[in-house]
């Protein structure tokens, strides 16, 4: 079982910046990459940014040099810095562990 718990989303205007923060606890160990998706209202969750366990990084076209996905292993925690943020960027965030495992999700509201 791996629980993983999401924090840091909020209302910012455009151009602002947030760091969404996802604390994994549990059989961590069974974790090899963890990634964050978005999901915004009538449309398809789409993968934002993933990381692996050899520290490979993968971002959507949409976010690329926006957005910045890190990891603290000492504190089992992963990070999704979003900077020059879009209206469009508003969306429910949710953290994943890639082997079945989500977050609650965090709601990011972006404002014009």
């Known amino acids: 079982q791996v629980q993983l718990v999401e924090s840091g989303g909020g209302l910012v205007q455009a151009g602002g910046s947030l760091r969404l923060s996802c604390a994994a606890s549990?059989?961590?160990?069974?974790?090899?990459?963890m990634g964050w998706y978005r999901q915004a209202p009538g449309k398809q969750r789409e993968l934002v940014a993933s990381?692996?366990?050899?520290?490979?990084?993968n971002y959507a076209d949409s976010v690329k040099g926006r957005f910045t996905i890190s990891r603290d292993n000492a504190k089992n925690t992963v990070y999704l810095q979003m900077n020059s943020l879009k209206p469009e960027d508003t969306a429910v965030y949710y953290c994943?562990?890639?082997?079945?495992?989500w977050g609650q999700g965090t709601q990011v509201t972006v404002s014009s």
């Open positions: 994943s562990s890639f082997n079945g495992y």
């Open positions: 549990g059989s961590i160990f069974s974790i090899n990459a």
């Open positions: 990381i692996f366990r050899s520290g490979t990084t």
